[in-house]
């Protein structure tokens, strides 16, 4: 059985290095018995050398964002190479706060994919849906209502040759799920991933769309996770909220990954 990938995105969270430290010791500690889990610990970038010193094989290091470029005359920015330099693992590309905030296009995202590969990091790339109207009347998932999660798909992944498909995360993260309290029902991701897992198929081949990892964000918690990941068949969780409380991350790893 493939083990499952859980990632932690503590977005622009704790406001200290003291509670960050404090959080991921009693997340490292709590995870001591999970056995069937990849997680991932995406802390803001000020955070990450302190951190990155701390991980383990099985407990990593992960970027929240990254630049396209690997170096240069760019205020402000962060590289695929100084985040590979550190021990980062992955990263994660394309979230919708940052196409929310910062205007990013899947152009942007795009080159930001091919930034990430070339560094021989791994992408967690996210696409999702604005609004749940892409349900239909029965509450089946329609990409006809709206097609944005496949012009994501097929922009984001323009240009990437089929031979490093296989090392990109799909994190299926609808934008009405994130944050809100109402996540995705077991029914919606498996929609979903089939979708995704179509798209792929149709760009690169239906073995390459088979193996590639579709996890699922928003909303997700100790409640939840257990029946999203099964009715989901999600290979993994993109946790926002839930992550920055170490009992309830805890708690949540141990219903999906014992
Ligand atoms: P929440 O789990 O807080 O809904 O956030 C999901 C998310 O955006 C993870 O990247």
């Not at 390459?208 to 969780?237: C, F, P």
Request: net charge neutral.
């Amino acid at each position: 059985m493939n083990k499952k990938l859980i990632v932690a995105n503590w977005k622009m969270n704790p406001v200290t290095y003291k509670e960050a430290e404090e959080l991921f010791r009693f997340v490292e500690k709590g995870m001591r018995d999970i056995k069937n889990a990849e997680v991932v610990l995406c802390p803001p970038f000020v955070y990450l050398p302190m951190l990155a010193r701390l991980f383990s094989k099985q407990f990593c290091a992960g970027a929240q964002n990254c630049f396209y470029e690997q170096g240069g005359a760019y205020t402000g920015e962060v590289s695929p190479l100084m985040l590979k330099d550190i021990g980062c693992k992955y990263v994660i590309v394309g979230h919708s706060e940052r196409r929310q905030y910062f205007f990013e296009t899947s152009e942007i995202v795009n080159k930001k994919l091919k930034a990430v590969i070339e560094a021989e990091l791994k992408p967690i790339l996210c696409v999702g849906e604005d609004t749940r109207d892409s349900f239909d009347s029965k509450g089946h998932w329609t990409h006809e209502l709206d097609p944005k999660v496949k012009e994501q798909l097929v922009l984001m992944l323009n240009g990437i040759p089929k031979s490093k498909i296989g090392e990109i995360v799909i994190a299926y993260e609808p934008v009405w799920a994130i944050g809100t309290g109402k996540p995705a029902t077991g029914d919606d991701i498996l929609s979903a991933k089939i979708f995704i897992q179509k798209v792929i198929s149709d760009l690169y081949g239906r073995k390459v769309s088979q193996t590639m990892r579709v996890i699922y964000g928003g909303s997700t918690d100790s409640k939840n996770a257990a029946v999203v990941m099964k009715e989901g068949q999600a290979d993994g969780l993109l946790v926002g909220g839930a992550s920055l409380d170490g009992e309830e991350f805890v708690r949540m790893m141990k219903c999906i990954a014992l």
